[in-house]
């Protein structure tokens, strides 16, 4: 098969000196003068309106326990510990350097940390977690990347992860095209957090099913190509997801599954600064550039909220 395994972990562990090349929704609406703030109905951080949309389906006064993976710079937690002080909360992240991040971002909070590569964290570890978070970065686990009459590849890690393929269409009947790329890091992380029964899941990333039709931005519209396509980036790849899948495998833990476009979790402000930088054919200026590029990323990621039936075992 001319499948290779695309993987981030050694640019995680060795390259990154930066996040600033890979500018996440969450982090450009961190600062208060941020322009993307403009373009939306709440001038607040992205963690703080996702607490709030949050809010309407999970309990946070009964949680005591938080785990982020892959928590980057580290602002979302930041907003949930002052919106909710009583969380004890524990950061993963391969990254020393953004571990460090983290660590200086969350000072006067007392959160644990630990470099560790999530796919390694065992299910046990993992049981004692009341609501798990992953922003916008399921696209950096590992992706088996289709190309045809490429070599066939002999390393142990593609071996154990085309022989998986198998198991996802028996486990949960998940059909793949004969040539599309698999996600297979992230059905590993939703089958893990699923596996461990932990009560609340929080996911979002780029997503390959989702699209934009709307007669205010004629020239951003897009389809969906509906497998998950090569997002190339400063030092490495990444891969948009095929969400269906993660509904799949949730549901069949037992898990109710909420799904939408970030645009649901940080609605628009259709403002006539906003309404004439979607009618421009090309951005007339920076602020312009600006605001069309973040309102293509709040329908080209999708999220999913994932609740576990306590009623049914397993
Ligand atoms: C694109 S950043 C997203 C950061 C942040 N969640 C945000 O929304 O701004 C990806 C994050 O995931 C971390 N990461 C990537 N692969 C990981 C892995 N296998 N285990 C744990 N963390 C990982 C990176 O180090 C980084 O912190």
Known sequence: MGYFLNTTDDYHIHTLNSLGWELTVCNALYPEDSPCRLVLRCNESFGTQLFRFLGDKIPFEHLNTVLEIGGGLGYVMKDFLTLAPHLQATMVDISPLLLQKQRETLTEFPVNFREMDFLKMSISDLRSFDLAILNENLGDFPTLVF???????????????????????????????????????ALEVVEKLCGAAIPYIYLSEHSCEASLSNPQSPHLNFTSPGTPERISLQGHAEFTIKFSHLQTIARAFHYKVFRGQYVYILPIDFNEKVKAALRSPTPLTDEQEIIQQFVYDLYKYEYLVLIKDSKKKG
Do not use: V, W
Request: net charge negative; glycine share 2%.
């Open 147 to 185: 190309q045809q009459n490429h070599p066939e590849q002999n390393d142990p890690d593609t071996i154990r992860s085309l022989s998986r393929i198998a198991d996802y269409q028996k486990e949960y009947a998940l059909e793949f095209t004969p040539t599309e790329n698999i996600n297979i890091g």
